[in-house]
């Protein structure tokens, strides 16, 4: 007689009885399925080779310009700009030579600085000093008249073909100048004080002489 097979099927009480080698098996299975589960994990969460670029788009149309700014002020003049003369004496005639019998007389100031574009941009100052008298080295600014003790104006005027300063003497009656009473002169020139527009912050002329060396450092 033939023995019975170790997974013959028992049946008691309405249910199906296995044998015990049958759980071993299936705890095979169980494990051999965790492994294909964490290998197709692993597999999906390797990054894949990165694909290439796409066409790049058309560049979009360029935006308007925007509206200019206002232009600043325009600044004042540096002091390291400015060019001034010493003080220096007329050639007219000195006590005890004989007085000048004329109404009018000049004399010639050489300045080489005073270019073409500071005789139409820029500031031309000249001062007058008087050398002796009470009111002894009293400095104005030409042009300036003087009433008393003689009637004298004086001015100066310079011209686009030289580089030369004249400075004038005229008596207002007509009358002969004699001697004069200013000595002395002195010239600042000041490049760009004034655009060709006529417009500056700053109008030097109507500076006195004290605010005009103390302005640009000017020694005296």
């Known amino acids: 007689m033939k023995k019975s097979l170790n997974f013959s099927i028992f049946r008691n009480r309405?249910?199906?009885?296995?044998?015990?080698?049958?759980?071993?098996k299936q705890e095979i299975m169980k494990r051999t399925a965790f492994k294909i589960f964490l290998l197709t994990v692993l597999a999906l969460s390797c990054s894949a080779e990165d694909g290439e670029d796409g066409?790049?788009?058309?560049?979009?149309?360029?935006?308007?310009p925007g509206e200019d700014g206002e232009d600043g002020a325009q600044g004042e003049t540096g002091?390291?700009?400015?060019?001034?003369?010493d003080w220096i004496p007329d050639e007219f005639p000195i006590p005890p030579d004989p007085p000048m019998d004329e109404t009018t007389a000049t004399f010639l100031v050489n300045a080489s600085e005073l270019t073409e574009e500071i005789k139409n941009n820029g500031v031309v100052l000249v001062y007058a000093r008087r050398a002796s008298?009470?009111?002894?080295?009293?400095?104005?600014?030409?042009?300036?008249?003087?009433y008393a003790p003689v009637n004298h104006q004086y001015f100066f005027e310079y011209n686009s073909l030289n580089?030369?300063?004249s400075i004038r003497i005229v008596?207002?009656?007509g009358g002969a100048i004699g001697y004069?009473?200013?000595r002395e002169y002195r010239y600042v020139l000041i490049?760009?004080?004034?655009?060709?527009?006529?417009?500056?912050?700053?109008?030097?002329?109507?500076?006195?002489?004290?605010?005009i060396i103390a302005h640009f450092n000017i020694p005296e």
């Open 191 to 211: 490049p760009g004080g004034f655009p060709t527009s006529g417009k500056s912050s700053v109008d030097y002329s109507k500076m006195s002489y004290e605010e």
């Open 133 to 146: 008298g009470p009111t002894s080295f009293a400095i104005a600014q030409l042009p300036n008249t003087i």
């Open 55 to 64: 066409v790049i788009g058309p560049q979009g149309e360029q935006g308007q």
């Open 180 to 182: 004069p009473i200013y």
């Open 163 to 165: 580089e030369n300063l």
């Open 14 to 24: 309405g249910y199906t009885k296995f044998p015990q080698n049958f759980s071993a």
């Open 171 to 173: 008596h207002t009656e």
């Open 79 to 85: 002091a390291a700009n400015v060019i001034y003369s």
